[in-house]
Nanobody
């Protein structure tokens, strides 16, 4: 039903920047949370950053605080992740996801809560 599509990944040197975008379509409700998750080879998928509908509740995993910025444009059903000062450990497949969180006071940035996922966009940071 809901379709999610990411873009913006690529190969960048350490210290560089990338801006990821994600557009959701075929949505039937508002008040949905969106998030970015990543999975590196040999590691579990982790929540990088999540943001609720009103942008009043934002989460960043500790390793990206101060370097990444999440934002959204609800009129376009689009999510962004500005990634600065990239490190090799940021390398991984980045997934965008949607969580119908209506009525949830403080949605978590937990993979199990998100029902709709994009195909992923690869981010590779060279040392």
């Amino acid at each position: 039903q809901v379709q999610v599509a990411e873009s913006g990944g690529g190969l960048v040197q350490a210290g560089g920047s990338l801006r990821l975008s994600c557009t959701a379509s075929r949505l039937t409700f508002d008040d949905y949370t969106m998030g970015w998750f990543r999975q590196a080879p040999g590691k579990e998928r982790e929540g990088v950053s999540c943001i609720n509908w009103s942008s009043s509740n934002i989460y960043y995993t500790n390793s990206v605080k101060g370097r990444f910025t999440i934002s959204r444009d609800n009129a376009k059903n689009t999510l962004y992740l500005q990634m600065n000062s990239l490190k090799p450990e940021d390398t991984g497949m980045y997934y965008c996801a949607v969580y119908y969180s209506r009525g949830i006071y403080r949605p978590r940035c937990d993979r199990t809560d998100f029902g709709y996922w994009g195909q992923g966009t690869q981010v590779t940071v060279s040392s």
